[in-house]
Every structure is written in C-alpha cells, then in structure tokens.
C-alpha cells in the first residue's frame, strides 16, 4: 500500500475543484450585490418596498458539487493512469475528495449566508437562506443552534453524497453502450418526472402498507435534519460501491 | 549517420575499424581523447552497448586505454602497432585481391608486371 | 529490476488479442517490440501498465504484481497515442502535474527540450497538432526518470529531422542514465541499430523473442547473377528469395562463408528484412 500516492492524489483533485468554488462563490456574491444594490436603489425611488432574497445556498452548491462529480471523474482516472496510479488509489482520493469539497463548498455556503443576512439586516431589504431552515423551520425555531448543526451536517452529507452520484452519472455514461445511453438519457427524466410520481399514486392508493410506510418515512424525514443525513450517508455508500464493483474496478482507461 | 554502416558486417566491428583508421592516420593522436561512448552512439544512432563492444575490441588490442573519469585515450605507440599490423595483412587484403581480379579478367602474369610497372612509375 | 509476463490472454468481445504471452524485460536493456497492425503491441503495453486488465495472467513489476499497485505502476512510463491529460490542460501544466506524482521528473530537462523541438508551453495539450501532440509525450517520456520506459509508436507524426533528434537524445538518456525500454514502432529501419533484443508478435502470440545479434546472424543473403547464386545455395537452406531479372537475391540459414565466390554479394540480414520474410512466411504456412 502506497499512502503517499493518496496524499498527492487528492492534492491534486482538490486543487482542480476549488477553482470552481472560487467561481461560484464569486459569481454568488455577485448576484446578492446585484439584488442589494438594484433593492436598494428601487426603494429609493419610492418604489414598494422590495425584498429580495437569494434561497437555498446550500443547495445552490449541492448543485455545482453535481456537475463537478460528472465532470471530472474521467480526466483523474485518465491522468493518473498515465502517471502510475492504479484505480483504486484514484477511487479512494475521490472518496475522500469528495468529503474535503463538500466541506468547503458548504462552509463557503454558510460564510456567504452569513455575510448576506448581516447586510441584508442592514439596509433591510435583503435575506439569504438556507436549505435546512426551508426544510425544518420548526426544528429551527425550537433549537436554532441544534438545527444550523444538524442542517450544515445535512448539507455536507448531501454534498459528498451528489458529488459520488455526479460520478456515478458520467462513469456510467461512459461504460454504456451508445444504445443504452440514449435510452437512459430519454428515461431517467421521463421516470423522474411523470414515472414516480404517477407509481407512486397508484401504490400508494392501492397498496396500504405502502402507504402506511412512506407516510412513517415522510414523519421521520420531517423529525430532524439528521435523519436526512443519514439518508445522504446511505445513498453515498451504495453510489460508491456501485461506482467500484460495477463500473471502475475494471475499466479500459484509455 | 545510420547509412554510414554497410550490411555485410556487425556494427561494432565497423566501429572498431573506424577507430583503427582514425588512429592510424592521426586523427585520434596518441594520449590524445577518442569519443566517448554516449557520443559514438549519439552520432551514429547505435545501441551504445554495440558502441562500448566495438571500443572494447580496441582496449582488448591495447590500443586504446580508459582514465577514470575522463574518457578513452589513444595508447602511445598505438599508430605504430596498427600500421605494423596493416603491413602483415597487406598480402592478404590488397595483393591476394588483385591476383584474384587479374585471373578473372584473364590478365597474364606478363601483362601484370607491365600494369604494375607503370604504377610504380607514378608513385 | 524485471517486469515478468506471464501466460497474459485478453478477448475483446469475438477477437482474441493476446493468446498466453510471456516474456521477460531484463533490467537496462533496449527492446524492440514488432508486430503487424492489430497484432496486440498496444494491447500488451496497456496491460502491463495497467491501463486494461488481463483476461488472465500476471504481470510482475520488480516481484510484485501490477494490480493496484502504486509502487509497481509509478515504476513504468508509458508513452502511447491515447492524450491521458485533461482537454484544459497546457504543456507546462502536464509537467507540473508529473512532477507531482513522479518526484523524480526532471522538469527542467522537458522545458529545455520542449525548447529544442519548438514545443509551446502554453498551448493546450488537445490544441496541439499530431506532430506536436506526440513531441509533447516524448518530452515527458525523455524526461520522467522511471526504470521502465514503454514507447508506443513515440514518433507518430513526427518530420525527420524531429525523428532524428529523437533517436539521439533517447540514445544519450539510455547512455547517461539506463533504464529498460521498450519501442514499438512500425519503423524498423530507423530503430534496429538501437534495439539490442527484438519481441516479435503476431496475431497475439509472441513467434520471436531473441537478441538482435543472435537472430540476424542465423542467415545471411547472397545476391548476383541468377546461376551463380543458384549454384551456390543449392546446398543451404532457403529463408525466401526474390529476383530481378538475371540477378537473384536469396536469404539463407547459416553463417556465410570466409570466401566470398567471385561476382557474388553477401550481406548480413538487417531487421527490417528480417520481419517482413518472417511475417511472409507465416503467412505462406497459414495458407
């Protein structure tokens, strides 16, 4: 075992996202200048009173974790194959890569919301929020300091969890054949967006203990943040495995 | 470079016998550096394992000697050894040949000694 | 300090690539690796770098066995068509990340090479033109410093005057600091005076595995006047012949003689020719 190549290797990848988080964070910070400014020049103009509101940041970074996941998976297992290291050290440095980025993504997320409320309280016109006050505001108003906990620890839970489901999408891509890629690419919206929801109907109407289930799934969903991180942890380690046994272990890097 | 080679024999033996002509007109003077190994290769775009084989022929001949950390020098006397040895193969190389030759072209021993005659004069 | 193959089979779908090759790689020796288009070079260097996986087999790094293993993978560099580096990456970004996972990368050599061959630093990998893309991976090949130097087809693209240099400054890297290589290449001619032992390959099975010295002083062509020739090999046995006229060339098995006979040419085999007749023969026996 060569721990050293780990170290290096997640330098590497490491490095490689972090410029996209500079890119975002910028382009976030932007835009809540953007409503700040154009809010507070519209109230100054007698306008109504506007109050702009930027939502959901977490969620926002959940989605560039995503895109980063598909995007650059193959270049590491390509590069690094060409610079002797074996797919398994490349498959561990995503494990941990995608731990240290959604760290970092979501700390950026939370300094952000941070930053935007203290302004936004200010010239008070303006409010940023986050996914887990959206999802949980009862848990936030009971216990305000165990909720931003628990929601950040959502939040990163989530955020390695897309970033392994981001890879998951491109690796298989990759290894489908063009027929089969076509055919995903077609059903996998279609299913999420009429398939599910319309099965679920069905079941749920037809099937009690179907019903009865998802309703207890949906309670205990709704009780903490933490059980959706959970969620997330579960999802992460099935994407994961799948990512191994079924599409990496032995690929044709090439 | 790589045209330089005929076909007809290893490559390290012509290399040896490009050193030899090099040393036995003074190009390669005594005590004086021949090439290194990466150069003969380099220039030649041989395998330097044949370059250092065909030097070795030389070192085994005493005629060229290795000074630590410096290179391949030419040993004194070495001009002397090769043109010795040039002389005792000069029936062998150059007058057997002609007799062949002259045969072939049904040149009688008369008309040799004419032909060479008249080649004398002009050396 | 060898890489051992063993008994290596790999299917693609209907096609066999490789049939239960095995061979050696002895430390600090340069090998030439031959074979017709698809006969299972590129195939055979992806395995053993790890790049594809075997169908069965082993390949041993040093004793150790090259599956996931860092240690015995960082040890060989394989230079191949296939652009492994990001499409956004520039040159010197690709030296920068070798240096990384390759300590021992002299990144100073690459630039001072990518100098002499007119290689733009800042120019994209995937911009760069056939020719260039290929002088880009010799630089690094020149320069990375592992013990297993594999070469697939290093001068793809490239003029002359660049293949020469390239010749030359593979030469003085193996004279300055040895390391096992392997080239593969489809231009004999230009590479047999550097090849101290040849692996020849054909339909997925190695058929020659020998040093250059001891394959091409097994024959010997003679060439000249149609009868004269005639007479002289009716007694020797035949590799191939081929004639023009009155004037014969044959190829046969054995050591030439000290005389040469009168109006007769003999030569040493060169590998080039080598090939073709052995490739032309199996396919006579195929037939």
Known sequence: MNNSQLLTAVKYTYKRKLTTLLVMSVVLVALMAYVIIAGSLASQHGVHESHGSIGALDFIMMMGIFVLGIVTVRDDYRIFAQNGLSRRTTFRAH???????????????????????????????????????????????????????????????????????????????????????IAVAISIPCLLFFGIPMLSMVCLFNLPILYDFSYKLILWLAASPLNMALVAVVIALLTEAINWFGLVRKVYIK | MQANFS????????????????????????????????????????????????????????????????????????????????????LEDFVQPLFNEARHLGIGADELRQIIERGLLEL | MTIEVKNISKNFKKTCALNGVSFSLEPNKIYGLLGNNGAGKTTLLNIITGRLLADSGTVEIDGESNLNNDNALSKCFLLSADNLYPSDMKVSGAYEATKLFQPQFNEQYARELAKRFELPLNRKITALSTGYASIFRLTVALSVGTPYLLLDEPVLGLDAQHRDLFYKLLIEKYAENPCTIVISTHLIGEVANLLEQTIIIRDGRIIQNLPNEQMLSGGYTVSGPAVAVGQFVADKKIISQSGLGGLLTVCVQGTPPERVPAGLELSRLNLQDYFIQLMNKEDGQNE
């Open chain 1, 95 to 181: 494990i941990v890569t995608g731990i240290l980025v959604s760290l970092t993504f979501m700390a950026a997320a939370y300094l952000l919301f941070l930053l935007g409320n203290a302004i936004g309280a200010v010239t008070n016109n303006f409010s940023v929020t986050m996914l887990y006050e959206m999802m949980y505001p009862q848990y936030m108003v009971s216990s305000p300091v165990a909720g931003t906990v628990l929601g950040l620890m959502m939040a990163l839970c989530w955020g390695a969890a897309i970033h392994y489901l981001g890879m998951f999408c491109s690796l298989l891509f990759y290894r489908l054949p063009r027929g089969w890629r």
């Open chain 2, 7 to 90: 076909a007809d024999r290893p490559i390290f033996l012509q290399l040896a016998e490009h050193l030899e002509a090099g040393i036995a007109s003074g190009a390669y003077f005594e005590e004086g550096q021949v090439p290194s190994i990466t150069e003969f290769s380099v220039a030649y775009g041989i395998n330097p394992a044949t370059a250092l084989k065909g030097v070795n022929l030389l070192v085994e001949a005493g005629l060229l000697y290795k000074k630590r950390g410096l290179g391949m020098f030419v040993v004194s006397g070495a001009r002397d050894k090769l043109l010795q040895k040039r002389r005792e193969k000069f």
